[in-house]
């Protein structure tokens, strides 16, 4: 991915609201700041890598400006599938694109519940500028939303959080299925009916909100729930929408499940290999490779439920090995003759499900976060393997949306997101603020105690040093304590001040719900309808634009 480091960005917020011509966009509507990806806390060191672009051993760099490969035999069979899902006049450009053998930029999300957090759409909306960017370039493509509705998760698509106020509200399906259904499977009865309603409350009247009423009702899957929800978001975008769980997907798609099943012994040596490389470099292995492990799933018959196959190597009295899905035992040839007669039963893991996506689609990227990066880089050796390449990966738009009401908070205590970033939580932000907040001569006298004691204590310490090492280093002790009891003063100070001035507390707690929630960034948190019904489906095109930009890494986006 074309990426700049930080020494090539210097300015760690800059404004970047320039058109391609570089002259200012006239719409102060869509302002934003621009940091580094190292602002974002808690990113791992290979996600970090391979924005720099200093990841090439493990992943190839973003080369979307080429040609797309070449459309595989199905592609007239998928195509109608896909159009079978979108059947909407908004789509009809983006199917026409397809059907004239456009390229494919792909991307997807768990179906949670109301939509799912911020990062869904970002998802979304980079797959679209994207698809956009090749197009211009004389390339057409079209953006593909992939639901994954395979997974069994049901934890993390049960909930949806939304601001409320200063509060933050959390809404829960908390009808768990009996077994591990894939997600996509499963109904919702008639306690969504109050979720919605409360949903309503939250959101206000708006077309999201009216939206997610019509999406989210008794009878339905969360996987229509989902889809027809961002079928409406970015309509006017021509986003392609797919759940491919069914038979006819899983057919299309059997070359890369068979060699799954054929080839797993081989597949297995070479994702542990993959996985100590990485360790190797210095970098993590996101899904454990442990003996036995394989890269499918079994669909029950009866349950529904999905199940993990285990691999049990070929031994002098099982050539062939065996394979395990809870206490059923299969061997090679059994596997096989489900993926014959019943292909939609066999479900690819997150390891293999980016293989089995760009057999299917022939993607010419796929748009990913911090875990799918690290997932590619190690599904590297499967892509090799089975289709022969290795689709390049594309790291998401990643930002936090700041509300008006919140902007003014931050202007008022003169905070920078990356201030609130560096926090532990409300409480020690809260004290930021009072110490902020403080009298000067109170600050002036602080300051000056401080600043004084740490020059003698550093004085005196040298000295004792210098007399006797032992002594010395019992005096770096002492002095490291009497340091701590001024830093201590300074914290009284502030919570005194916090006493006096109530409001800084609740200002602490509105900027961190709102910016960085349990010390989380928003976008993995904040349900993004809330966004979409308080600032209208141009959210989308907003979105959109942004991730077109040229900001590296993430964006401060004021609304």
């Not at 679209?128 to 390339?139: E, N, P, S, Y």
Request: net charge negative; hydrophobic share 45%; glycine share 6%.
């Amino acid at each position: 991915m074309a990426s700049l480091t930080e020494k090539q960005f210097p300015n760690p917020c800059r404004r970047f609201n320039l058109l391609p011509n570089h002259e200012p966009r006239v719409n102060e509507s869509l302002k934003a700041d621009c940091y580094p990806v190292t602002v974002m806390p808690g990113q791992s060191g290979l996600f970090l890598d391979f924005c720099a672009g200093a990841l090439g051993a493990f992943l190839p760099l973003d080369e979307i400006s080429q040609a797309p490969p070449p459309r595989p035999a199905h592609w007239g069979e998928l195509v109608h599938l896909v159009a079978e899902q979108n059947r909407s006049s908004i789509a009809e450009d983006s199917l026409a694109a397809l059907s004239q053998g456009a390229g494919a930029v792909l991307t997807g999300q768990q179906v949670g519940l109301f939509g799912g957090p911020l990062y869904s759409p970002f998802k979304a909306a980079t797959a679209i500028a994207r698809a956009r960017k090749a197009t211009a370039a004389g390339q057409p493509h079209a953006a593909i939303f992939w639901l994954a509705t395979e997974d069994h998760d049901f934890a993390e698509i049960s909930l949806a959080v939304f601001p409320a106020g200063r509060e933050l509200a959390t809404l829960t399906y908390d009808k768990a299925p009996e077994s591990a259904l894939p997600a996509g499977r499963i109904v919702f009865d008639d306690s969504i009916t109050p979720l919605v309603e409360r949903a309503a409350e939250l959101l206000g009247p708006s077309d999201a909100a009216n939206a997610l009423a019509a999406a989210y009702k008794p009878g339905r899957t969360f996987a229509q729930a989902f889809g027809d929800l961002y079928s409406a978001l970015f309509a006017a975008q021509g986003l392609l929408i797919v759940d491919a769980a069914g038979r006819d997907f899983h057919r299309l798609g059997a070359p890369v499940l068979r060699a799954a099943i054929e080839r797993a012994d081989e597949f297995y040596t070479a994702l542990t290999e993959r996985g100590q490389a990485l360790e190797a470099a210095g970098y993590h292995t996101q899904v454990a490779v442990a003996p036995q492990s394989s890269l499918l799933f079994l669909i029950d018959g009866t349950t529904g439920a999905r199940i993990a196959l285990r691999r049990v190597a070929p031994s002098p009295a099982k050539p062939n090995g065996l394979w395990h899905a809870g206490e059923k035992t299969f061997s090679t040839s059994d596997l096989l003759g489900i993926l014959d007669s019943e292909p939609e039963r066999i479900s690819p893991s997150a390891l293999l499900r980016p293989v089995f996506q760009d057999f299917l689609f022939s993607t010419t990227a796929q748009v990913g976060g911090p875990a799918e990066i690290a997932y590619l880089a190690q599904s590297t050796v499967l892509f090799e393997r089975i289709l022969g390449r290795q689709t390049p990966p594309i790291a998401r738009f990643s930002a936090t949306l700041i509300e008006p009401s919140v902007a003014e908070l931050l202007r008022r205590h003169e905070l920078t997101l990356e201030q609130v970033f560096a926090e532990e939580n409300a409480s020690t932000l809260a004290q930021r603020l009072a110490a902020r907040s403080m009298p000067i001569e109170t600050k002036q006298k602080l300051a000056a105690a401080g600043n004084a004691l740490d020059a003698e204590l550093t004085v005196l310490v040298d000295w004792l040093q210098s007399q006797d090492k032992g002594l010395g280093q019992s005096a770096d002790t002492a002095a490291g304590k009497i340091r701590y009891q001024m830093n201590r003063l300074r914290t009284l100070a502030a919570n005194f001040q916090l006493q006096r001035e109530t409001t800084l507390t609740r200002h602490a707690n509105s900027l961190f719900n709102a910016l960085y929630p349990g010390g989380v960034l928003q976008e993995r948190i904040h349900g993004a309808a809330y966004y979409f019904a308080r600032y209208g489906l141009e959210l989308a095109e907003t979105l959109c634009e942004h991730a077109a930009s040229l900001c590296p890494g993430h964006t401060a986006l004021w609304l």
